[in-house]
């Protein structure tokens, strides 16, 4: 019987090893294939997202012909997904270290895909409720319904991404996944607060809702505030807004007022009475105790009952009008570009600076009157007040209190709130000068934090008093023994944490007003700025423990002050105190 030559077995073995060889040689190539589209298709992601955040806005989200920019962050980590489930990455995906990264690669690819595809939804169901008639109450209310429910739908579907796990992960995938996951909570922190805010504005229009509007004016500042100026009730309706008769809070005045200081108020404030005058009221940055005090202020005056208090200032109306457009009130037409002009300037041109003054009336709550007016009869461009939105929020030039602790809770957690919380840092400049030269007032901190056992603070206030020769007594002064005119009289006021200690302005314990406002602290010092002058104040205080945040809350003035954070390992941030920098160290 014939068989295989004494040479076959190995001639088989050989050319089963050349054929395994073979094998491993093509599965490399396609592994390497594979790798390079994996990495084309991450880059191509990552581009996208940067293209989307550059130009993804209000503005965008409403115009039905705008690219979706999203769209492509869903297909190329899609497409970087899919290539990583490929089954020839299968046997690398096991591997002890090279396959926890393959893994993780992939779960940060699947995340990316489904974000993408959760914010063009969004996008789509936006764009459906903003091209809605939205021209009477019922549609106004369905419409804010619709954009409730998208962002609320977004809301829920975010917090059901996954990372994975973060264990074990080298070099530039650890990288890429910090990154991922900082960019992550961001978005959804900002879609919570949106779905949030939106969920709690339809509550709002759909009504019946009754509050109490304080406008306040960025020329006489206070904590956190302008000075509240006018008041009146407004009350809504299924999605229809009434304003009442505009007052002028000098004429609301409460002596021997039945209305308890609240205990920011009584404990730091107390000689300023600011539940009998109102023009006192936002001395404390802590809007929810300003809020509380104001409501029951109203009741004790009228004898109405308001759920709540909106509080908003030439920024904020300004934001409005842009989705007006302009508006006829004061006998002349306010638009975005001079409101600001007209209400820190112009409207007191020709009086006499005399409280007596039977024409000294703020025109700020007769224009918000009329921005109200403006939007009852439709046209109001949603899209661009929103774009705006976050800057007036975050400048505190809107600000929105409830009397019920749910609806509280839900303007807190958007934003909207002007709660101070235990990391807080605001540094104030308030006029008790009795003028309006806060427009001419340039003010500038420097924080810096020096760590140690526990952490040295220093804040340094630089005021300078621009005031041109020849203001109207009522801008400038009419002079007194302590102010003469031009002479802005500051109360220089830092609000800080709670548990700081060892507090001192310009190196010694002095100060005219001091003292625990809930989670913080406050001290205050009063200080004349003359014309030219730049007068400089340091308030410095620890902290007792070695690390920490401060996070600076917006002193809402007109224009912005500046602060600048800086720590020794030389890390500095400069901004407007409207865009909320903070330090951690």
Same mark, same amino acid.
């Given at each position: ?23 491993? %040689?093509?599965?490399?190539? =396609? ?18 997202? +940067? ?22 962050? +869903? ?39 489904? *974000? ?48 994975? +796990?973060?264990?074990?992960? *080298? =070099? ?6 910090d990154d991922f996951a900082t960019r992550l909570a961001k978005v959804r922190a900002g879609v919570h607060k949106g779905a949030v805010a939106a969920k709690q504005t339809a509550t709002l229009f759909r009504g019946p809702s009754h509050l109490l509007l304080l406008a306040a004016n960025n020329a006489e500042m206070r904590d956190g505030s302008g000075m509240f100026l006018s008041a009146t009730q407004v009350d809504v309706v299924d999605g229809k807004v009434t304003i009442g008769t505009v007052s002028d809070t000098a004429d609301l005045a409460l002596p021997q007022s039945p209305v308890p200081l609240a205990a920011g108020y009584s404990a730091v404030w107390h000689p300023y009475l600011a539940n009998e005058e109102w023009r006192n009221l936002g001395m404390s940055a802590r809007f929810d105790e300003t809020a509380a005090m104001a409501a029951a202020m109203w009741k004790a005056k009228t004898g109405q009952v308001v759920?709540? %208090? ?14 007006? =457009? ?88 958007? /934003? ?11 540094? #104030? ?17 420097? *924080? ?7 952490? =040295? *603070?220093?804040?340094?206030? +630089? ?17 007194? #023994? ?40 406050? %001290? #205050? ?9 730049? %007068? ?33 390992? /030389?890390?500095?941030? /400069? ?11």
């Amino acid at each position: 019987m014939n068989g295989p030559g004494p040479t076959a077995a190995p001639a088989r073995r050989r050319w089963l090893w050349a054929l395994l060889a073979l094998l491993v %040689v093509a599965w490399i190539a =396609g592994v390497v294939i594979l790798a390079v589209r994996i990495d084309r298709h991450i880059r191509a992601g990552i581009a996208a997202v +940067s293209t989307a955040q550059a130009n993804t806005d209000a503005i965008t989200i409403s115009n039905p012909n705008a690219p979706d920019l999203l769209a492509p962050v +869903s297909a190329d980590f899609g497409a970087a997904r899919r290539d990583l489930d490929n089954p020839l990455l299968w046997p690398a995906r096991w591997l002890p270290v090279a396959g926890r990264q393959i893994r993780a690669v992939r779960n940060l690819a699947a995340a990316a895909e489904q *974000v993408g595809s959760i914010g063009q939804t969004a996008i789509d169901q936006a764009r459906a409720a903003l091209r809605a008639p939205h021209a009477t109450g019922p549609q106004r209310v369905a419409a804010i319904s619709a954009l409730a429910s998208a962002a609320s739908t977004a809301d829920a579907r975010l917090s059901k991404v996954s990372l994975g +796990s973060r264990t074990a992960l *080298v =070099g530039f995938v650890r990288r890429h996944y910090d990154d991922f996951a900082t960019r992550l909570a961001k978005v959804r922190a900002g879609v919570h607060k949106g779905a949030v805010a939106a969920k709690q504005t339809a509550t709002l229009f759909r009504g019946p809702s009754h509050l109490l509007l304080l406008a306040a004016n960025n020329a006489e500042m206070r904590d956190g505030s302008g000075m509240f100026l006018s008041a009146t009730q407004v009350d809504v309706v299924d999605g229809k807004v009434t304003i009442g008769t505009v007052s002028d809070t000098a004429d609301l005045a409460l002596p021997q007022s039945p209305v308890p200081l609240a205990a920011g108020y009584s404990a730091v404030w107390h000689p300023y009475l600011a539940n009998e005058e109102w023009r006192n009221l936002g001395m404390s940055a802590r809007f929810d105790e300003t809020a509380a005090m104001a409501a029951a202020m109203w009741k004790a005056k009228t004898g109405q009952v308001v759920s709540g %208090v909106m509080a908003i200032d030439i920024a904020g109306l300004q934001t409005l009008l842009v989705g007006t =457009g302009p508006v006829e009130a004061a006998g002349t037409t306010v638009t975005p570009q001079n409101v600001t002009q007209l209400l820190m300037h112009d409207q007191y041109v020709g009086l006499t600076g005399d409280a007596s003054d039977a024409s000294r009336r703020d025109q700020l709550g007769r224009i918000a009157d009329s921005v109200v007016q403006a939007v009852q009869r439709g046209g109001f461009d949603t899209a661009a007040v929103a774009k705006q939105m976050p800057a007036t929020v975050g400048g505190r030039h809107l600000l929105l209190w409830s009397a019920d602790p749910t609806t509280e809770a839900a303007w807190q957690a958007a /934003g909207v709130g002007g709660v101070l919380a235990g990391d807080t840092l605001l540094a #104030a400049v308030q006029n008790v000068g009795v003028n309006k030269l806060d427009q001419f007032l340039t003010v500038s901190t420097a *924080v810096r934090v020096d760590p140690g056992s526990s952490t =040295g *603070v220093s804040a340094t206030f +630089s005021l300078v008093n621009h005031t041109p020769p020849g203001e109207p007594g009522y801008i400038a002064g009419i002079g007194t #023994a302590h102010v003469p005119p031009d002479t802005y009289l500051a109360l220089v006021t830092l609000t800080m944490p709670g548990s700081a200690g060892d507090v001192l302005v310009d190196g010694k314990p002095l100060a005219n007003n001091a003292g625990f406002d809930g989670p913080t602290r406050v %001290v #205050a010092v009063l200080r004349p700025v003359a014309p030219g002058a730049n %007068v400089r104040v340091t308030v410095t205080f620890t902290l007792p423990w070695p690390h920490g945040r401060l996070q600076v809350e917006s002193a809402a003035r007109l224009p912005s002050a500046t602060v600048s954070l800086a720590t020794p390992s /030389g890390s500095v941030t /400069g901004a407007a105190d409207d865009t909320r920098p903070a330090v951690a160290w």
